[in-house]
């Protein structure tokens, strides 16, 4: 076993952190073929020692190795290299169906959790069924794995599910390199990887355990844009009108924020797209109402942005999304999983 000043190189100086520079070190050492498989690496106290670093800090690095199939651990007699060439990839073909910053938190989420072990292409198919099927004519065994975000419009902006011809050219991949993200996708001759959102119960469950917040309003405004270049799932109208009917709520369904909206105070409003929020945010403010008092605002999707802000939100967990479907391809399992949805309640409604 080489002696850590072989391998494990820290910078002070730089402003990479410290766990990176571990994991960088480590991989370095095993393309270099300094580190080979079976070899085994100094223990988390003995780097955190021997570098001057936090338990924790190594602790990550490790854990993250770990989950990149890079190393592992052996109970009871330590940390073992598994990867010995680092240069061969597992090769993954990435299909969304827009560029926004959720998807984007998908797929790096993704492509992070993977790590080193596989290159990944990204394709964006803008919601056209044609363009979807072309990118899949010309990519065909091309990849170990597809990723597939299946959200798709019809000539009228509207969302659709898959349609035979979409579900047919899916099933043209083999079943054990098909990963489904975001959308379950029914009637598929075999079961492949999936980790989607149910948009009925989703909204559903989470208004409910936002019930004590809502309760306040009399009326509960859903802005959801019936057409769209890119169109949302009509399941999320649905999920919201049996919440509302059930609970016996007055509500209004809206297609956007206007100009000039006739607001009224004890108005909740639910929004789906970011410009909407922007624009009730500043009629909101403009007109001095306080927001999560006169008026609320719960946005659909999280962003850090909205966080910052302090934006009461439902959303799907993105991250977990693409670690679970990446962690799935480095375990070799196979499995159909919903993935988490929260409401998270901030001061806005």
Do not use: W
Request: glycine share 4%.
């Amino acid at each position: 076993m080489l002696k850590k000043k072989d391998y494990i190189k820290i910078n002070e100086a730089s402003r990479i952190p410290k766990y990176k520079q571990v994991m960088d070190s480590i991989i370095k050492a095993i393309n270099d073929k300094h580190l080979l498989m079976g070899d085994k690496i100094l223990s988390i106290n003995a780097v955190s020692e021997i570098c001057n670093l936090s338990r924790d800090t190594v602790e990550k690095a490790y854990s993250l190795l770990r989950a990149q199939n890079i190393i592992v651990s052996v109970k009871g007699k330590g940390f073992y290299v598994t990867e010995t060439n680092m240069s061969i990839k597992v090769n993954v073909l990435f299909l969304i169906n827009k560029l926004s910053s959720y998807k984007m938190r998908i797929y790096n989420s993704f492509v992070a959790t993977l790590g080193t072990s596989a290159s990944v292409d990204l394709e964006i198919y803008h919601c056209e069924p044609d363009v979807f099927i072309n990118i899949l004519n010309k990519k065909k065994k091309s990849y170990n794995y597809y990723v597939i975000m299946p959200h798709f419009r019809n000539d009228s902006f509207q969302h659709v599910g898959c349609s035979e011809r979409i579900l047919e050219k899916i099933q043209e991949i083999p079943y054990e390199k098909l990963i489904i993200l975001d959308r379950e996708v029914e009637n598929l001759s075999k079961a492949a990887i999936m980790v989607y959102q149910d948009f009925t119960n989703d909204i559903y469950t989470a208004l409910n355990k936002g019930m004590e917040q809502l309760k306040k309003y009399k009326k509960i405004i859903l802005v959801y844009p019936s057409k769209a270049i890119y169109p949302y799932p009509k399941e999320i109208v649905t999920g919201f009108r049996r919440f509302c009917v059930k609970n016996e709520l007055d509500y209004e369904i809206l297609d956007e924020i206007y100009d000039s909206m006739e607001l009224q105070i004890k108005d909740l409003y639910i929004i789906i797209q970011e410009q909407d929020l922007v624009n009730l945010v500043k009629q909101t403010r403009d007109r001095h109402f306080k927001l999560g008092e006169d008026i609320g605002i719960i946005s659909y999707n999280d962003t850090p942005l909205k966080e910052l802000l302090g934006i009461t939100v439902i959303s799907t967990d993105f991250q977990k999304m693409g670690a679970t479907a990446a962690r799935m391809i480095l375990t070799e399992k196979s499995a159909t999983v919903k993935n988490d949805f929260h409401f998270i309640n901030r001061f806005s409604a």
